[in-house]
Each structure stands twice: as structure tokens, then as C-alpha cells.
């Protein structure tokens, strides 16, 4: 299995995760504000767009092991964590599983968050997502790629990052029909509330915590925020009130800002206590 990783700036390390159908192209307004001062860190998950897979991912798991090889590898001891829809869930399924990692998470439209099963997004993701492989199959491009993002994931794809969204989605034509039952199989099946599953609401999360969530989101929709923040322990919630799926994408500049305030009041934290406590 090959991964590719974007990596800039020097600091504290910062890691943007993605979801699904997404690449690391979706980060690349965060990436270029967090990497003034941070060590960004921005692969394809496995799977998506120029990574590879040796085995297909089938599972929370499987994502959290191979994030924590990846930090391995790249000698990251701690790093801010954030997530957006798949990229969120994994982020905070590592926290958990390695909370000396996870200096902070930064949650975007998170999956996981809701206890209801979303059988409607997953439907939702099943017939959006074959226009995807009818596109790979027939090599129109363009008009599915809009189409298929179109007040689901963005609010406006075809502004002023409607290139990146091009080429995020253009990568991931190549899974094709693969990424697409992949992505519905972690939706409807790693989180239902039954079981060993995990419930994610349900359970403190060990490092401080920014959940952001886009008030027109398609797929996983704002009610999912405000059902988490009735569980899960942060004072730290903000609706954009213009954004879909990817505020990143919507509103940038707002979604940076905040993050970066975040980041800062983390850090000054950090820095106050005794060296022994870091």
C-alpha cells in the first residue's frame, strides 16, 4: 500500500483528513493557511485519489491503523487531528484509540455523530455515487462531477475552487464503483447503533475538541450536529450558516479563522503548563 502525503510548513503538526470520494486536493485552502506556521500533513486516504490499497478498507479500523502507521512513519509523536464526514469519524476513532497522539481534533461535518442509522444518506450516496462510474465509464467528466456536488457537498461548486473539486472528484473516478459500495458499507454498517459499534456521541473524547458543521449539508444533515452536541462533552460548536458538506470549500476564510483561533488558544494551553505536564 502506497500513500500520498502532501507535507508543508514547519511547527506543530497538523493533519487534514478527508472523506469519501474527496483527496487531499479538498484541504488545499487550509493546507495553504495552516502551513504559515504548522507542519501540515495531507495524504489521500486509502483508496482515494493517488493512494493505493493492498487490501480493500473495510472498516473504522482499518483507517486507524493505518493512520497510526503513517505518524510513525513520519516521526509525528502528537498532532491536531482534523476531519472532515469520514476524515471526521476517523480522526476521532484514533483519538480514542491513541489519545497521547491527539493534541486536539477539529471536527467537520463529522460522520458518526448521529445514534439514527442514515439509511437515507447512504441511499443517497448509492445512486449520486453511480454517476460516478458513469462518468469514469464514458469519460464525461465535468457535467457529472457538478452535478454529482451540486448542494450535497458544497453550496456553490462551480466558484472559485470549482478546479479542485474537478480534480478531487476526476482522482477518485479511477475507484469507481469500488469507492462507492466502500463508502456506503462504512456509512450503513460501522455505525449502526447496535452492537460493538461505535456510538461516538456517547463517550468523552480525550483531547480538546472544535466541531464545525455546515448548516445545508446533503448528506449528513445539521440535525446530526445538534443531537451530538446534546453527548458530546465541547463547548466548541459553530453552524455555517452558508456552507453544505465542506465548509473548508464554502467559506474558507471563516472556516481557517476559526480553526486557527482554535489552534492558538490550544497552544498558548499547551505552552502554560509545567514542562513536566506536556
Known sequence: METFTAINGEGPAVVLLHGMFATADCWEPTAADLSRDHRVIVPDLPGHGRSTTG???????FYVQWLHDLLDELGVEQAVLVGNSMGGAISLAYARAHPERVSALVLANPLGMSTAIPWDSGWRLLVR???????ALT????????RYLEGWLVRQPWGRFADVLERMTALNFKQGLVSVLAGVRLLLVDFLPQGRRIRFAQTPTPAPALVVWGAHDGLL????????????????????ANSAHMPMLDEPEAFNALVREFLTDIEKDVYA????HR
Do not use: C, N, W
Request: proline share 11%; charged share 25%.
Open 55 to 61: 487490501a480493500q478498507p473495510d472498516s473504522l479500523s
Open 129 to 135: 455515487g453511480r454517476h460516478m462510474v458513469a462518468a
Open 139 to 146: 469519460g464525461h467528466i465535468k457535467p457529472h462531477v457538478f
Open 221 to 240: 444533515p445539521a440535525r446530526h450536529a445538534t443531537e451530538a452536541r446534546e453527548r458530546f462533552p465541547t463547548d466548541r460548536y459553530v453552524i455555517f
Open 273 to 276: 503548563r509545567p514542562a513536566a
